[in-house]
Nanobody
Framework: VQLQASGGGLVQAGGSLRLSCAAS????????TAWFRQVPGKEREFVAV????????VYADSVKGRFTISRDNAKNTVYLQMSNLKPEDTAVYYC????????????????????WGQGTLVTVSS
């Protein structure tokens, strides 16, 4: 599975962005998909995850209520709608997919995700 993340950019605090993760997979619904983010010098951290069917989502506490993860399996794409952005949301955002349709109990661990996109930079100015 190849993943292509896009949609990053520069936005003012309080603004919104929508990230997209396009996948090359015959049956995209077979893959749970997540977003992580990373700031230089820090570890990659979990942001949100969605099951293959889209029926289950989990969010990091830091983005709960501001970010929404969704998917369109007909378009092989997962989205991350980010609202009320804060300067601390500045990071490179990566999408990742697993070989299971359900969300693993170890979803926080980067090692649980078999496939990664190249990352898209989000910069939030104050």
């Amino acid at each position: 599975v190849q993943l292509q993340a896009s949609g990053g950019g520069l936005v003012q605090a309080g603004g919104s962005l929508r990230l997209s993760c396009a996948a090359s997979a015959r049956t995209f619904s077979a893959y749970a998909t997540a977003w992580f983010r990373q700031v230089p010098g820090k570890e990659r951290e979990f942001v949100a995850v969605i099951s293959g069917s889209g029926g289950t989502t989990v969010y990091a506490d830091s983005v709960k209520g501001r970010f929404t993860i969704s998917r369109d399996n007909a378009k092989n794409t997962v989205y991350l709608q980010m609202s009320n952005l804060k300067p601390e949301d500045t990071a490179v955002y990566y999408c990742a997919a697993s070989d299971a349709t359900y969300i693993s109990s170890r979803y926080l661990r980067t090692g649980e995700w078999a496939y990664w996109g190249q990352g898209t930079l989000v910069t939030v100015s104050s």
